[in-house]
């Protein structure tokens, strides 16, 4: 009887072990259930956060009935897709994004009868995304640039000429040098200064013509590579003031801006470097053919351009044999790798919407403005060799894989750091997926464009072979000669302080 | 070594046998063959009435014919665990396609190749479904059977996990426990089930293709339920809680593809406090749907039963990675764009010839809030009121109805969510006389002014007038009536009452002549908008139904009948802003068919000829002259 007892108890032991096993299995290996317990207690704490709110720009127009469209255009000319005002009860106000910041937007009101223009010294990035809209008064920001009228607008054109006569882009005005220019514009106007007197009367009297038969004094959109007497519209001078030509206007413009010490400072150890990949339909390659951007990444709606890379290795590292500042301390390139996403794919995402660097939203041109070291090249130190990057671009999701999303395997584009159009920057404009332009070795550059496989350092030239490893010009009117610097979307270049 | 010769030779005699025996006793094989033709005087070529209204399919339309070919296999690996498969091959493709291989070499055009068509016109066979079972028997007072992979559901009931249609019935796939305590007083189910990406949540999706999602992440999307029942001589208690959760990727996650903050960085580029990537991705719940039944049978006398049900259903529903379907799909969703709890409850009495002379009475009280949605319910081919309702198919609480995948001879469904109010039936049978009387009255929770059809409730987009199931079409560009799935108007102020009678009488002459007929008026009255009498709706439907069956050998039996439809609607369409119409409409069916059943081999044939006559006082009147046909052939072994 004990024995069976013992049995029993035996088998249902067994019974109840397999049991649990089967249990322990089924609960833990694909049931469904060990997820929401592992999530449970793995969870982070990340959280939705709201984007940054934006910065808006509060000011008055002169003379402008309600309804008048206030436009904005960046440092660089290009007029803001997507952001605009409208004059109600004279004021308006004109929103930014938060999350980038602006210097020197140009904003121009027109109305059939009127024409204004003013200079926007700074807007300011925000420093949270849960703080508030940032309002910026024009008149308190900037009291000679509002409201605006006759006055600013002649301001304006002064410190645009002052730029353009020097061979500078207006993107180059810091907020200070707009800031304190207009403050001593404003005294010299006040106190009778005769050039800036009779620049200010010479604009006003233009300005009484604006509009009429659709023409009026100022451009909006300055043509590239326009120069001092281009501010001013000679068709409409022809037809509403015989007695000024183009000339009469700049030499009163200069004039003026002789008045006014436009001084430009750049970071001598940074400079702004501009990525701008261009996805749109149509693009070309270097050999002049239509780029195929999907040889090798897969498409699908809802990826981006994104960037990665690193500085390169054969850039020049302080040591014993190489001293600053023709060369990058470890700590340096640590920093910069990091900035450039080091070779992690779909990290550092490119923007096309209008925003952090971009100049014309959803227009197929990602941008990717950075802050990057920078020596200039040439030096002897250093056999000529300066800051050098190896990138790539991907089109993928965030935190995605390489497969599928980059390029192409393998290779790396390079590029130098080397301001050649003396803009303050370094603008690199790439057709994404061009295996003809500065992909470093299996360079898809044709023999009859100078293609020789590789593609070599400007140190390395190899004589007949063609290289590509700096800032470059683009070929906008499609002759198949790349003969334009690309404008650098809104970015500006790092200027500092002139040193008293 | 003359010993071990025949040691050897006595061992191949004796157990050659019974290995062989062992195996084909372990094996067992079920096969089955189903054609399928399909005739209506229309242009549209395909072998299914109603194919799926969302996705494009390739094998619906109304004229053609088609043949599946089906393997059951069934497997005993020891006396307490078995295995089975179900291999079929797909159905859609049509004799006229001869040899269509499976290719599709040229986009969607369709050619006289072979390769032009796709699988689903070339007959593939596929893996259906699989379980394995194992009886595991703890104690001798409890035993559980573990069965892993395919179900049809059908252990809980329709309010909750609802068993799934029929072609569905390998697809749902999952781990399923049953036990039983003593001797089967004590019950239990538990289950796992892996939800179909398909139609168990918003967008009819667990993710995919809702316009909030740029990852959908549906391979860890379960539904869980547990049944515990205690069925005593005198009744039975089922308590059953199911609940679904379709979860999501954590988008804020830095370790997620696809992550909003890759480098726990914000739009500003700030570090975002807690954020670290630890190579972990955490998971969201975008859709959650917990319904619970307790349901009680008492059965205290031979004549005298009475059941209640009682449900709780709650809805959750995260905004943040939910599109709202409402707003942005035109209305058409299959849960309302918030979170929700709700309730049900229905009564039920029955007395069972408690006179003894054939008089049976059935008695029904149900109430289902406006709210209550059960997204893993029974879609068809399934009923939860006693009523015969305003379309003959069933009721079912749920907004996921599936009347789709059916032909033209099978009863659609509607949803009862809202509805409340009452039924009694008589049923009286003597000798060969069948007889029963319905009665039933509904007003609806769903009734309310200025309700929230723009961003919350789902309306279907249409929402008025008789539902045609004759002549049904998804897009409605017939003015085919309500959408059985459209329990939500804007402005409703509904009561409806519900009249059936039939009757049925068998005659005994050859193997049977039996005599059937159906009355039903329905009495739907709608007051709308109470800022306005203009647009007031009242429906008067009436039909009757008049069949006669006749067996005349064995196995042989014929069909012939007809149907007259009488809908009179006053303001049966239209909107505040332009007015409403009166409608007519007037339809007439004549059917026959035989159905034969020989050694094994069944056969049916229907046809039936339909005229709709709609006269319309807003629009232009329309008419059907429709005659159409299906026929069967099944054979299994």
């Known amino acids: ?500 | 070594m003359r010993r071990l010769l025949a040691l050897l030779l006595g061992l191949s005699v004796a157990g050659l046998p019974v290995v062989v025996s062992a195996d084909i006793a372990n094996f067992d094989l079920a096969g089955r063959l189903y054609t399928k033709w399909l005739y209506r005087n229309n242009d549209s070529q395909g072998v299914l009435t109603y194919g799926n209204p969302f996705w494009p399919d390739d094998i619906a339309g109304d004229n053609g014919v088609g043949t599946e070919f089906e393997l059951k296999i069934f497997g005993r690996a020891s006396r307490y665990v078995e295995g089975y498969a179900r291999i079929q091959s797909r159905f859609g493709e049509m004799w006229q396609d001869w040899w269509e291989s499976g290719e599709r070499k040229y986009g969607g055009d369709v050619n006289t190749s072979g390769d032009s068509l796709g699988l689903n016109r070339a007959s593939y066979i596929k893996l259906r479904g699989t379980w394995v079972r194992a009886v595991i028997p703890f104690a001798s007072w409890w035993s559980n059977t573990v069965t892993i992979g395919s179900s049809d559901l059908g252990m809980f009931n329709p309010w909750t996990i609802g068993k799934v249609r029929y072609i569905d019935r390998d697809n749902g796939k999952g781990i399923f426990i049953g036990g039983i305590f003593g001797d089967g007083i004590v019950s239990y189910d538990l289950a796992m089930v892996a939800l179909p990406k398909l139609y168990v949540g918003p967008w009819w999706s667990t993710g995919i293709g809702d316009p909030s999602l740029t990852r959908p992440f549906y391979s860890q999307d379960w539904a869980y339920g547990a049944k515990i029942t205690v069925a005593p001589d005198w009744g039975t208690f089922t308590a059953i809680s199911t609940l679904t959760n379709d979860v999501e990727i954590d988008m804020t996650d830095p370790d997620a593809v696809g992550s909003l903050y890759i480098t726990c960085q914000d739009d500003l580029g700030n570090p975002i406090q807690g954020c670290e990537k630890d190579h972990a991705v955490d998971y969201f719940s975008r859709y959650m749907n917990s319904v619970t039944t307790l349901e009680m049978q008492l059965d205290p006398l031979d004549w005298f039963s009475a059941n209640a049900l009682y449900g709780v259903a709650v809805g959750r529903l995260d905004k943040q990675i939910t599109a709202n379907g409402v707003a942005q799909n035109q209305g058409v969703s299959p849960v309302a764009y918030k979170d929700t709890t709700d309730l049900a409850i229905r009564h039920r009495i029955e007395l069972a010839d408690p006179l003894d002379i054939g008089l049976s009475f059935q008695f029904e009280y149900f109430y289902i809030g406006e709210d209550w949605n059960s997204i893993f319910a029974s879609r068809r081919e399934s009923d939860v009121l006693l009523t015969d309702g305003l379309v003959e198919g069933g009721q079912l609480p749920t907004l996921n109805l599936a009347n789709e995948f059916i032909d033209f001879d099978e009863d659609f469904v509607e949803s009862c969510i809202g509805w409340h109010g009452n039924t009694a039936k008589a049923l009286f049978a003597w000798e060969a006389l069948d007889l029963d009387v319905e009665g039933t009255y509904i007003q609806y929770n769903t009734n309310a002014q200025n309700r929230d059809v723009d961003e919350t409730y789902p309306d279907f987009l249409h929402s008025e007038g008789y539902t045609d199931t004759d002549l049904y079409d998804y897009a409605n560009t017939t003015d085919r009536g309500r959408d059985p799935r459209s329990v939500y108007r804007r402005n409703q102020d509904r009561e409806t009452v519900v009249a059936v009678v039939n009757i049925r009488y068998v005659f005994d002459v050859l193997e049977g002549l039996e005599l059937a007929g159906k009355g039903k008026f329905i009495w739907d009255r709608d007051y709308r908008s109470h800022t306005s009498v203009e647009d007031d709706y009242t429906g008067q439907i009436w039909k009757a139904r008049l069949k006669m069956g006749l067996g005349i050998i064995d196995g042989l039996k014929v069909e012939v009948g007809g149907q007259f439809d009488w809908w009179d609607e006053e303001n049966r369409k239209g909107t505040l802003e332009q007015g409403y119409g009166d409608d007519r409409t007037w339809k007439a069916k004549a059917f026959w068919g035989l159905t034969y059943n020989y050694e094994g081999l069944k056969f049916r044939y229907y046809m039936e000829y339909l005229h709709k006559d709609q006269a319309r006082e807003r629009d232009v009147d329309q008419l059907w002259s429709v005659f159409r046909s299906k026929a069967s052939l099944e054979v299994n072994w």
């Not at chain 1, 500042?325 to 990091?338: E, G, K, S, V």
């Open chain 1, 1 to 500: 009887m004990r024995g069976d007892v013992h049995r029993l108890r035996s088998a249902a032991y067994r019974r109840l072990t397999v049991w649990a096993n089967v249990g322990a299995v089924l609960a833990f290996t694909g049931c469904g259930l060990e997820g929401p317990i592992i999530n449970a207690g793995t969870r982070d704490k990340s959280t939705l956060l709201p984007d940054a709110a934006d910065n808006v720009v509060i000011g008055a127009v002169e003379g402008a009935p309600d309804g008048t469209v206030v436009k904005a255009y960046q440092a660089s000319g290009k007029p803001f897709g997507g952001i605009s005002g409208v004059v109600a009860g004279s004021t308006f106000e004109v929103r930014f994004p938060g999350n980038t910041l602006y210097t020197g937007v140009r904003l121009e009101a027109r109305w059939s009868g009127g024409q204004a223009l003013a200079l926007v010294p700074l807007l300011p990035r925000q420093k949270s995304v849960l703080d508030p809209e940032n309002l910026v008064d024009l008149a308190q920001e900037a009291p000679g640039m509002s409201p605006l009228s006759a006055t600013s607008t002649a301001f304006t054109l002064i410190l645009w000429g002052k730029v353009l006569s020097e061979g500078k882009g207006a993107a180059s005005l810091s907020p200070g040098v707009i800031r304190q220019s207009a403050a001593l514009l404003t005294a010299q106007l006040t106190g009778h200064n005769a050039e800036v007197v009779g620049f200010v009367d010479m604009v006003r009297s233009l300005l009484s013509g604006a509009g009429d038969g659709g023409l009026y004094p100022f451009p909006g959109l300055l043509e590239e590579g326009g120069g001092v007497g281009d501010l001013v519209d000679a068709d409409f001078l022809a037809a509403h003031a015989p007695g000024t030509d183009t000339e009469a206007f700049e030499q009163a413009l200069l004039a003026a801006a002789a008045e006014v010490d436009v001084a430009v400072c750049l970071a001598g150890d940074r400079i702004r470097v501009v990525f701008l990949c261009d996805m749109g339909p149509g693009a070309m390659d270097g050999n002049c053919n239509e780029a195929d951007p999907f040889k090798w990444a897969i498409d699908d709606p809802d990826k981006t351009i994104y960037f990665t890379g690193g500085i390169h290795e054969t850039t020049p590292v302080c040591g014993k044999d190489i001293q600053p500042p023709a060369c990058l301390d470890q700590a340096t390139i640590d920093a910069a790798n990091q900035v450039l996403g080091n070779w992690s794919p779909n990290m550092v995402k490119m923007f096309d919407d209008g925003t952090r660097g971009d100049g014309v939203k959803g227009d197929g041109l990602y941008t990717l403005a950075l802050e990057l070291p920078y020596f200039p090249p040439g030096s002897l130190a250093t056999g000529g060799r300066g800051v050098r990057i190896g990138y790539k671009y991907s089109w993928g999701l965030p935190a995605d894989g390489w497969t599928g999303t980059e390029e192409w395997p393998g290779n790396q584009r390079l590029m130098e750091l080397a301001d050649l159009n003396g803009d303050g920057m370094v603008t690199r404009a790439d057709v994404f997926g061009d295996e003809a332009s500065n992909k470093d070795k299996a360079n898809a550059l044709s023999l009859g464009n100078g293609g020789c496989g590789p593609n070599y350092w400007e140190n390395e030239i190899q004589a007949g072979c063609a290289h590509d490893t700096r800032e470059n010009r683009v070929d906008p009117d499609g002759g198949c000669q790349p003969d334009t610097w690309p404008q650098p979307g809104s970015a500006s270049p790092i200027t500092v302080d002139c040193p008293m």
